[in-house]
């Protein structure tokens, strides 16, 4: 099932289901290389989400602003390959989204507990922002915030639940959006937790 978001952003209900569990290996498998850890905003307010990357350049913050980098902050060490069953799950989304050939360079993990939450803000750090971003839920269920192009302008609930992938770019790239918190009821495999897995060509 599609539901319109906007004009060129929408979410594809239960498109990740029947893979979520080898999804959800392959977390497993990225965090034994790539630890999460718990950033900080430039301002130094830390995250209240854990969060890590894989691919050629992972997201990540520091005094002078958000950017990606090559390595893990914490290990030094390059961060891993985005897991092809990911990559092919992304491009395949968003080809039905309308956005050909998107290949990924870089998937963002972050993990949400019962005290998490994320702010309204914009995803600008990428090189091409014609480029769509597509992100995977998995685990507990979230409310998502779906605003508009002005922080101001009052934002729209909307639940994403284990399987839900989301699909946004043109003029719905620059949305401010972010989650008010996770509801519902424990996931049977993945207990008081939410993953996203949020794939974007950073270069
Ligand atoms: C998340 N992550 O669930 C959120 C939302 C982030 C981030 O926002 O930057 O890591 S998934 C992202 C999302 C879904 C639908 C639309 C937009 C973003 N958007 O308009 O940018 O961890
Ligand atoms: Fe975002």
Same mark, same amino acid.
């Given at each position: 099932q599609r539901v319109a978001l906007g004009p060129q952003a929408v979410v594809l209900r239960q498109k990740a289901s029947p893979l979520a569990a080898e999804l959800v290996a392959r977390i497993e498998d990225v965090l034994q290389h790539s630890p999460l850890y718990q950033m900080a905003t430039p301002g130094g307010k830390p995250l209240s989400v854990r969060t890590t990357s894989c691919g050629t350049h992972g997201w990540s913050s520091d005094p002078t602003g958000y950017s990606y980098v /090559?390595?893990?902050?914490?290990?030094d060490q390059a961060w891993p390959e985005i897991p092809a069953a990911w990559s092919a799950l992304a491009t395949e989304a968003a080809q039905e989204a309308g956005f050909a050939q998107f290949a990924p360079d870089t998937c963002l993990i972050n993990q949400y507990g019962l005290d998490s939450k994320m702010a309204l803000h914009q995803d600008?750090?990428?090189?091409?922002? /014609?480029q769509p971003v597509v992100s995977i839920s998995l685990g507990m269920s979230a409310l998502f915030l779906w605003g508009g192009m002005q922080r101001s302008d009052k934002p729209a609930h909307v639940l994403l639940h284990h399987g839900d992938m989301v699909v946004w770019g043109g003029v719905d790239r620059l949305r401010f959006h972010g989650i008010k918190h996770l509801t519902g009821a424990p996931h049977?495999?993945?207990?008081a937790m939410r993953y996203n897995l949020t794939l974007r060509r950073a270069r």
């Open positions: /090559r390595h893990h902050p914490l290990t600008r750090s990428e090189q091409d922002l /014609r049977p495999q993945l207990g």
